[in-house]
């Protein structure tokens, strides 16, 4: 599966940006879906996933509440909607597929090119 992130962008602290991964071929409904960031200097670190029907999800601890995981099997799309965006939230954002339900980004088999998103001050 290839995976095509965008949304990314320079926002002001406390805006709001909604990212999208959208996967191409038609096997995105057997895929867990995670999203995962990283930092210049620092490692890739998880941010959310998706089971494989949607009905369950995971996100960092200190995301939860302004950040949101969702897919749309029929647009084979997995989005990521990001409030009150923080300086500490730049980073670029990943998006992944693999065949088990992990924050751990060893178990994801495959990857999207990434997406930059700048918060500023």
């Known amino acids: 599966v290839q995976l095509q992130a965008s949304g990314g962008g320079l926002v002001q602290a406390g805006g709001s940006l909604r990212l999208s991964c959208a996967a191409s071929?038609?096997?995105?409904?057997?895929?867990?879906m995670g999203w995962f960031r990283q930092a210049p200097g620092k490692e890739r670190e998880f941010v959310a996933a998706?089971?494989?029907?949607?009905?369950?999800?995971s996100y960092k601890e200190s995301l939860k509440g302004r950040f949101t995981i969702s897919r749309d099997s029929a647009k084979n799309t997995v989005y990521l909607q990001m409030n009150s965006l923080k300086p500490e939230d730049t980073a670029v954002y990943l998006c992944?597929?693999?065949?088990?339900?992990?924050?751990?980004?060893?178990?994801?088999?495959?990857w999207g090119q990434g997406t930059q998103v700048t918060v500023s001050s």
């Open positions: 992944a597929a693999g065949s088990r339900y992990s924050i751990q980004p060893s178990v994801y088999d495959y």
């Open positions: 071929g038609h096997t995105f409904s057997s895929y867990t």
């Open positions: 998706i089971t494989l029907n949607g009905r369950g999800t």
